[in-house]
C-alpha cells in the first residue's frame, strides 16, 4: 500500500486485488497501471457480510502544508461499475477535522477515469479516500495510480467543477453590472437558490450563481469562459439551478476574440424548480476563437438566485434534447437516486447472464457498440425496479411530439419495461405511457409512444425496468429518438390504458395428418431418438439441423409449432424444467447428471433449466421420474423422517401426488417436498418437509407439460 494505511475506526478495509473482483457485474477486471489482468489496484470489496453505507477509508501519511498561492494537485483513477455504486470521496484531514475536496455517486460506467483535486492546507494534513457500501455487492469501487505533485492541477478548460477557487480560468465580464459569485451550500436569502452543488451533492461543494439581493431587477452579470480555439463544433453541457418566485433569466451566448457577442443560442426564464437540471447547447465558431458567456438576469425580486454547476464541453454537435445512442456517454440521461432500487447501466456484447439480454448494440450492430440494460441477475429480486430519466423538457408542440426507441426483451424471466412521464420530483405525479411484459424474442425492436398528450407544461420521460421472477431477465434499451410529429403507440399491446382488441379470425379445422407408415424413410422427429435414420452430415457442411419444439431462437422467423401435432411449447422455460419463480433456479442433479448419477446422489435447485438431462416428471402411476436415466426420486434411507434428503434411485418405489395447494406429497406419509433452506439457493438440496401446503413459495409446485409424449405424464414445476 506504499506509505497509505488502513483507517483503524471504520467498518472495514480497503483490499488490494489483481483482475477481476470476487463479484460479477462491477468493479473492474484489469487495473489501470498496465492495463492488464497481472496488475494490481486497491478497492472495496460490497459482498457480505458488508451492509448498505459500511465506509472503508484509507489515509495517506502526513504530507506538509502548501504555500498561500500555490497547493499541490492529487491525481488519480477510479472505477465506479454496477447497479449499486454507493460513494467514492476525498476528504483533505488537518488534526481531527475532515474536509470532503471530490465525491462521485452512482455508477460511472465500466472504465477507468481520471481526476484531479487540488488540495491547499497551511498546516501538515493528509488525504483521505473513503469508499462506502451501496444496496448489495454490485456496489466494488477500485482506485488505481494515486500520485500527488507540487503546484495546483491544470484542469482543461472543457471541464469545470468550480471546486477549485481559481474557478478553471473563468472570468467575470467588465462590461456588466454585477458579479457572479462561488458559493457552497444555502445562498444567503431563504427560498431561492441551491442548498447543495451538482458536483458533490452536499452543502462543501461550490457552484456559481448570481445573488438577486446584490443588484435591481435587469441588472446582468456575465461569466466569462476561457479562451477556446476555432472549431467547426462544440457541445456544451452543465446543469442550473433557477428556484424562486422573482427568478429572472439564464443565457448562454457565444463571444469571440473580436469582442463581438453572437445571438442567444440558449435561455430560460422563471422558477424552474428546486433541483439541479441539465443543458445542452451547440457552439460553431470556425473562423476566430471564442469564449462562452453565461449571462444571469435579475428578476422582479430578491427570491431569483441563478446557479451554474459542472460545465463540460465536448468535440462534435450536440444530440437533440432526449436524443442519445450511447456510443458517448448517457447523453442528458441518468439514472435517478432516490425513486428506485438499483441501476440501468451501460453494456457492450453480451450480458453477464446466459440465455438473456443482446449480443450487440443496436446503433453499430456490434460488439463494440454500446446500450444501456438491467442485469437481472443476484442480488436483484422480483419487482425491483431501475429507473433512467431524461432532461426536464418543455410544453409539447402543437404538431405533436413522438418518442421512438429501439428495446431488447429477451429471456424466460423478463419482468416489465415501462415508460412514464412525470411533471414533478416524485412518483406522485407520474403516469404509465407504455408497458410490455414478458420475453419478446432475441432480437432488437422498435417501440414508440407520443408525447402530445402530456399535460404539463414541464415534464420528463423516464425508461422503467422492472425485474422478473429469475435472472434472465435483462432488459435493454438503445437510440432514443425523439421527433416533433405525432404518433401511435407501437406496438399496440403496450397500450397500458386498454387491452388490446383481438379481432375473431375465421379458420379452418386443422385435422391432424394419419401417424406415418413404418419405412426407414419416414420420420415424424417425435421420438428420443428423433432423427430416426437421418444423420448429419459432417464432411461437406459447416453447421447442422437441430431438433427443436415451439418458436426458434431468433424473433420473425421460423415455426412457433411443429405439423405433426399442431403442438408448442405450454412454458417458456423449456422441456420438463422444474423452476422456483422467486429465484428461477431449476431441479438438478448434484453435479450436473454429465453421466449416469449413482443410486442416492442428491436433487437440488440450481441456475439453468429447460434440457433433457434435467427433464422429472410425476407419472401416472405416482412416481417422480428422471426422464434421461430412468431413474425415481426417494427419500434417502428409506424412514421418511422429516428433513430427509430426498434423493435418486434405479428403482421406483415411493409414491406422490399433488395437494390442491400446490404441494408434491408422500402418499402414505403425509410429508412434502421443499429446499432444505426454504429458498432454493445454488446447490441446495431437496428434503421432506412434516408439514405441507404453507402460503409460500418454498412449497409450492406446478405441473407443465412434458416434452416427450411415451410417458403420458405430467412434469413438476416449482413456483
Excluded at 419405412?519 to 432423427?531: A, H, K, P
Excluded at 415455426?559 to 422456483?580: A, C, E, F, R
Excluded at 422429516?642 to 401426488?657: A, G, H, I, P, T
Excluded at 426454504?678 to 409460500?696: E, F, H, R, W
Aim: proline content about 5%; charged content about 20%.
Amino acid at each position: 500500500m506504499c506509505t497509505w494505511t488502513q483507517d483503524t475506526t471504520d467498518q472495514f478495509d480497503w483490499t488490494r486485488q489483481l483482475g477481476s473482483t470476487s463479484s460479477s457485474t462491477t468493479g473492474p477486471s484489469v487495473d489501470h497501471t498496465l492495463g492488464t489482468s497481472n496488475g494490481r489496484y486497491i478497492y472495496i470489496e460490497a459482498s457480505f457480510p458488508r451492509k448498505p453505507n459500511d465506509t472503508a477509508r484509507l489515509i495517506s501519511a502526513s504530507i506538509p502544508g502548501t504555500t498561500a498561492s500555490g497547493g499541490k494537485c492529487l491525481s488519480f483513477w477510479y472505477h465506479m461499475y454496477g447497479a449499486d455504486i454507493n460513494t467514492l470521496g476525498v476528504y483533505v484531514r488537518t488534526g481531527a477535522h475532515d474536509t470532503l475536496l471530490w465525491s462521485k455517486q452512482g455508477t460511472r460506467g465500466d472504465n477507468w477515469l481520471h481526476a484531479l483535486v487540488t488540495v491547499t492546507s497551511r498546516t501538515h494534513f493528509q488525504i483521505v479516500m473513503s469508499g462506502s457500501v451501496g444496496r448489495s455487492y454490485q456496489g466494488d469501487i477500485a482506485l488505481d495510480d494515486i500520485s500527488m505533485t507540487s503546484g495546483p492541477c491544470k484542469v482543461a478548460a472543457t471541464t469545470c467543477t468550480f471546486e477549485e477557487s481559481h474557478i478553471c480560468g473563468y472570468t467575470q465580464d467588465t462590461t456588466d453590472r454585477f458579479n457572479w459569485d462561488r458559493g457552497s451550500g444555502a445562498t444567503i436569502t431563504p427560498n431561492t437558490g441551491p442548498s447543495a452543488d451538482h458536483t458533490l451533492g452536499s452543502s462543501a461543494g461550490f457552484y456559481m450563481y448570481i445573488e438577486s439581493s446584490q443588484g435591481r431587477s435587469g441588472y446582468k452579470a456575465r461569466l466569462l469562459s476561457p479562451q477556446m480555439p476555432k472549431t467547426p463544433a462544440k457541445c456544451v453541457q452543465f446543469w442550473y439551478h433557477m428556484y424562486g418566485s422573482t427568478v429572472g433569466t439564464l443565457a448562454v451566448y457565444k463571444k469571440t476574440t473580436s469582442g463581438a457577442v453572437g445571438p442567444r443560442i440558449w435561455s430560460r426564464s422563471g422558477n424552474n424548480g428546486d433541483e439541479w437540471l441539465v443543458a445542452q447547447v451547440n457552439v460553431w465558431s470556425p473562423v476566430r476563437a471564442f469564449r462562452i458567456s453565461f449571462e444571469g438576469t435579475i428578476g422582479r425580486g430578491n427570491k431569483g438566485d441563478i446557479a451554474i454547476d459542472d460545465v463540460e464541453i465536448f468535440n462534435g454537435k450536440c444530440a437533440a434534447p432526449g436524443n442519445c445512442d450511447f456510443e458517448r456517454g448517457t447523453c442528458t440521461w441518468r439514472n435517478t437516486r432516490k425513486e428506485d432500487d438499483f441501476d440501468w447501466l451501460q453494456g457492450k456484447g453480451n450480458t453477464y447472464s446466459s440465455t438473456t439480454g443482446p449480443s450487440t448494440d443496436h446503433t453499430t450492430d456490434s460488439v463494440n457498440g454500446t446500450y444501456m440494460f438491467i442485469e437481472a441477475s443476484s442480488p436483484r429480486r422480483p419487482n425491483e425496479k431501475a429507473r433512467f430519466i431524461s432532461e426536464s423538457f418543455r410544453a409539447v408542440p402543437a404538431k405533436g411530439r413522438c418518442l421512438q426507441f429501439w428495446y431488447h426483451m429477451f429471456g424466460a424471466d423478463i419482468g416489465t419495461f415501462n415508460i412514464l412521464h412525470k411533471t414533478a420530483p416524485g412518483n406522485k405525479s407520474e403516469k404509465i405511457l407504455w408497458s410490455l411484459s414478458g420475453q419478446q424474442g432475441s432480437t432488437w425492436l422498435n417501440g414508440k409512444v407520443s408525447l402530445s398528450k402530456v399535460p404539463s407544461t414541464r415534464f420528463w420521460i423516464v425508461f422503467e425496468g422492472i425485474r422478473g421472477n429469475g435472472y434472465r431477465g435483462d432488459i435493454a434499451i438503445d437510440d432514443i429518438l425523439i421527433t416533433n410529429a405525432d404518433c401511435a403507440i407501437f406496438p399496440s399491446k403496450a397500450n397500458p390504458n386498454k387491452p388490446t382488441a383481438t379481432t375473431p379470425v375465421a379458420t379452418t379445422k386443422f385435422t391432424l395428418p394419419p401417424p406415418l407408415p413404418t419405412s426407414i424413410y419416414n420420420c415424424d422427429f417425435e421420438r428420443l431418438r428423433g432423427f430416426c435414420n437421418y444423420t448429419q452430415e459432417h464432411i461437406t457442411d459447416v453447421f447442422n439441423w437441430t431438433r427443436h419444439q415451439g418458436g426458434t431462437n431468433s424473433g420473425g422467423t421460423g415455426p412457433t409449432i411443429d405439423h405433426t401435432k399442431q403442438q408448442g411449447v405450454v412454458g417458456p422455460n423449456g422441456p420438463g424444467s422444474l423452476q422456483q419463480m422467486l429465484t428461477a433456479r431449476c431441479l438438478h442433479v448434484y453435479l450436473g447428471a454429465w453421466s449416469k448419477p449413482k443410486p442416492g446422489t442428491k436433487v437440488v435447485t440450481y441456475d439453468g433449466c429447460g434440457e433433457y438431462r434435467l427433464e422429472f416428471q410425476l407419472t401416472s402411476d405416482g412416481y417422480i421420474k428422471y426422464s434421461k436415466y430412468k431413474m425415481c426420486l426417494r427419500w434417502r434411507g428409506g424412514a421418511g423422517a422429516n428433513k430427509d434428503d430426498v434423493v435418486l434411485d434405479d428403482s421406483c418405489s415411493e409414491k406422490w401426488q399433488f395437494t390442491a395447494k400446490g404441494s408434491i406429497k408422500h402418499i402414505s406419509k403425509n410429508m412434502c417436498i421443499m429446499p432444505f433452506k426454504g429458498t432454493a439457493t445454488n446447490n441446495n438440496k431437496l428434503v421432506l418437509s412434516s408439514t405441507c401446503d404453507q402460503n409460500n413459495q418454498q412449497f409450492r409446485w406446478q405441473p407443465s407439460k412434458s416434452h416427450h409424449d411415451h410417458y403420458n405424464v405430467y412434469v413438476v414445476q416449482y413456483s
